[in-house]
């Protein structure tokens, strides 16, 4: 017996790795922890009143048997809020459900979660009109559904949301309520404050601007299970002619503290995940945010992970808007809930909080953590303009001056939406290094402190940093921008990394005085790129951009950027320590 017990231990501990080796949880990598349980699922649709009468359109996709029966075991629910359209008939007939397109919420369904998909009011087959984008109204609807959600028999009460863009910042807007079920959110870019988003810099983004989708109406969309007929839908839908158009908001609105003749509020601190963050601190949900460094959402992510401990994860890859193809993000969804809604005990809690790319790294050390930002050692060194075209380190050059006529017919007011821009090298004026000696590793935000004179009394100012390699090629990798009459700096109100920041009251507002110099200090948006010995970076400095949707009236004005002297134009660079 003894000899018995004996071999039985060895057993064990040699059998010990193997086991182990099976169980794999690291970002983007799972397995071992959550076994796929079912190999199908079952949708449903119906409409659930919220507390002022209004009807929501909601698409339920739960496990179920190889019969095609809903399992009876309650699990956490997932829930995404969108104005997308839960569910719509294609022209050929065919019905596609966003359940079965959204990436990764079928295959959630599959290990044991129950996903909700809600039409927003004035969308889709909801009922009401819409007011203005993710408002209080919204809120409260998320708030009304998520606890819903957590009453039903076949919810354990653990609710989460996910999504990304709009279906983001829907949960930053249901977070922002509070509401006692809403455990976890993993929202995809998405804004921490609504103005330093859409209004980077006083610019209203384009793609905020865009005509309204012929979807917006409701075209095609499917009717709930009840309503074979559609005629709820078609009364859903004589509402939404009443909802307010977006580009009509922004319009009004171009300083922060604006009120808007629309929408009755002071729109941006409304709909402002930073306007609520103490409450968000202390009730809310935990969060897992992510985006890419080529998105208009990037530094978002940083400056909401400074201002709210709920943020536990932050993930930040090499792509654009809602894209992660080097990026197992299923894996990582299915991670984060696991840990947060059903209690598994993965150790993604215990790694290190941020997850970002550094592009031209070695192949397979693309990928790097770390648990503060900006990262640890960050040094920041000035590179000063010339009259040369040139950017050098050290101390300022002699005073000189380059000027360039605005070029709008890179504007493409085409009605398309492009969310990052292209090179603009050739439409302004470019500043170039000398080749590194040395391998560097550019990560974190970039700052532009330029002395700018117009013909005008008023002007746009964009900022492009591009990595140039020596066979000529080059990328960008950060952009910024700003309206010379918001240069006013400001003390922000809550922590912005230490970058320059912008108030933007009308009461700050500043026409310049032709041909007299300012000095304009904006951040680019963040990246983190390696540098190799060669390597040379190049600012560009125009006075538009591809992605406006319109342009003054007035010809083209000059614009002057001085160098040297009393009126050193610089940017500001960070960089870090090599990985080894």
């Given at each position: 017996m003894a000899g018995l017990r004996a071999w039985l231990l060895c057993m064990a501990v040699a059998l010990t790795p193997i086991a182990q080796a099976q169980r794999i949880s690291k970002p983007g990598e799972y397995a071992g922890y959550s076994p796929r349980l079912y190999d199908r699922w079952v949708r449903s649709s119906v409409y659930v009143p919220v507390r002022d009468g209004t009807r929501l359109a909601v698409d339920i996709y739960r496990p179920a048997t190889t019969s095609g029966q809903p399992v009876d075991k309650p699990y956490p629910v997932l829930w995404t809020h969108t104005p997308y359209q839960r569910a719509v008939r294609a022209a050929d007939g065919s019905v596609q459900l966003s359940g079965d397109t959204f990436m990764p919420s079928r295959d959630l369904v599959l290990h044991g979660y129950v996903v909700a998909i809600v039409d927003t009011r004035g969308k889709g087959a909801s009922f009401g009109t819409r007011r203005g984008m993710q408002d209080s109204t919204e809120g409260r609807d998320a708030y009304d559904m998520t606890e819903w959600l957590a009453r039903q028999p076949w919810s354990d009460g653990q609710v989460g949301m996910l999504g990304c863009s709009y279906v983001g910042d829907a949960q930053n807007n249901a977070a922002a309520t509070t509401p006692p079920s809403l455990k976890a959110i993993f929202p995809g870019a998405s804004s921490f404050n609504r103005y330093d988003f859409v209004s980077r810099g006083g610019l209203t983004a384009q793609f905020h601007t865009r005509p309204e989708d012929p979807r917006d109406q409701g075209a095609g969309t499917l009717p709930v299970d009840a309503d074979p007929q559609g005629l709820d839908l078609a009364a859903a839908r004589e509402g939404h002619v009443r909802n307010t158009a977006m580009a009509s908001i922004w319009k009004d609105i171009p300083f922060r503290d604006d009120w808007s003749p629309l929408l009755k509020s002071r729109f941006w601190e409304e709909t402002s995940l930073s306007t609520y963050r103490n409450a968000v601190e202390m009730r809310g949900p935990v969060m897992y945010r992510w985006t890419g460094w080529a998105d208009e959402f990037s530094a978002e992510q940083f400056i909401a992970r400074a201002n709210l401990k709920n943020v536990v994860k932050l993930l930040i890859g090499p792509e654009g808007h809602c894209r992660s193809d080097q990026f197992n993000l299923f894996a990582e969804h299915l991670r984060y809930f696991d840990r947060y809604l059903k209690g598994v005990d993965n150790g993604i809690d215990r790694e290190p909080s941020i997850h970002y790319y550094t592009y031209n790294a070695e192949p397979g050390h693309e990928w790097r953590s770390a648990d503060s930002w900006p990262l640890p050692g960050t040094r920041k060194e000035r590179y000063f303009l010339s009259a040369e075209h040139g950017l050098a380190s050290g101390k300022p050059g002699r005073a000189g001056v380059l000027r360039f006529e605005v070029d709008y017919a890179v504007v493409k007011n085409d009605g398309k939406t492009l969310l990052w821009p292209v090179s603009q090298f050739g439409h302004g004026l470019s500043y170039v290094t000398p080749p590194f000696t040395e391998d560097m590793q550019l990560t974190g935000h970039a700052v532009v402190s330029l002395w700018i004179s117009t013909t005008a009394t008023d002007g746009d100012v964009f900022a492009y940093l591009e990595e140039v390699h020596p066979d000529g090629s080059s990328a960008l990798r950060a952009h910024g921008r700003l309206r010379a009459s918001h240069r006013k700096l400001?003390?922000?109100?809550?922590?912005?990394?230490?970058?320059?920041?912008?108030?933007?009251?009308?009461?700050?507002?500043?026409?310049?005085?032709?041909?007299?110099?300012?000095?304009?200090?904006?951040?680019l948006l963040p990246t983190s790129t390696l540098l190799r010995k060669g390597d040379r970076?190049?600012?560009?400095?125009?006075?538009?951009?591809?992605?406006?949707?319109?342009?003054?009236?007035?010809?083209?004005?000059?614009?002057?950027?001085?160098?040297?002297?009393t009126m050193a134009s610089y940017i500001e660079l960070p960089f870090v320590p090599l990985k080894d």
């Open positions: 400001g003390t922000p109100p809550h922590d912005y990394l230490g970058l320059p920041w912008h108030r933007s009251f009308r009461e700050d507002h500043a026409p310049m005085r032709p041909g007299v110099p300012e000095e304009l200090r904006f951040d970076l190049r600012l560009v400095i125009t006075g538009a951009d591809p992605r406006q949707r319109s342009v003054p009236a007035d010809a083209p004005p000059t614009v002057s950027v001085h160098s040297g002297g």
